[in-house]
């Protein structure tokens, strides 16, 4: 039988939370509204790997790759330095690329291949699609991306835009993109009592079990960490949550 292993994320919580981490070759999504992390979960997810040894490749798409570099340099990781001492590669997928035709997410297999990188993130794939062909055709362009990694045992993080900043998710995406990969962690803000938390879960994970709660999370100078769930509050993911009816009892009584 043939047993899965399991790559280290570099964020903490999230190995826990995901049954002990990603799994080697599988496509993992993070979707999520502006703000709310999804680049620096994919740089932290690259830096961990550089730390074990394994190279890594981020693509951004349309943001500029020196704004992504200074950004990083917050967190205290020196992009430029893991360039040089070919750890790691910036690839800057723009937009005359996305217009030119043909299928521009397989250049970054040469990136890839080049400095034998085995951890990929794709940062957002939202805005890729938006520039690319129709449904049908965007569709069989990213299975075969993915499936390439997956053949050639690269593990691969896309990040996805949800355009609304607190909403009641209903779908992802209208090319499929959720049945593309295996695993969606879904991060978002929630209003609590006057205050917007931010939060996290895993929607699904093929050939895991995973955390089923919804937790909190923070950003802090060291990049992004799980924190405790959401206890006693109901309808997070609809943005806006309320007590649950124990614990508003709970709360009255200590009143
Ligand atoms: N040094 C830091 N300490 C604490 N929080 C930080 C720090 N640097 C960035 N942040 C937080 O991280 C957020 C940005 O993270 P990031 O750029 O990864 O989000 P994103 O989801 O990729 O955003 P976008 O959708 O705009 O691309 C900021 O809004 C800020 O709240
Ligand atoms: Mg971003």
Known sequence: ???????RTGIAGLDEMTGGGFIRGDTTLITGPPGTGKTTF??????QGI????SGVFVTVEEMPQKIASDAMNFGWDLKRLEAEKKMRLFHLRSEMLQAGGAPIMQCLDIVNAIGAKRVVVDPISLYSLNVGNPTDLRRELYAFVNYMKESGLTLVLTHEV???????????DYGLEFIVDCIIMLQYVEIESEIRRSISVLKMRGSDHDKAIRRYKITDRGVEIEARFEGYEGIMSGTARKTGAQAFIEAFKR
């Open 42 to 47: 994919g740089l932290q997810f690259l830096m």
């Open 163 to 173: 355009p609304d900043i607190i909403t009641r998710v209903s779908r992802i995406s």
């Open 1 to 7: 039988m043939m047993t899965t292993s399991r790559l």
């Open 51 to 54: 730390s074990e040894g394994e």
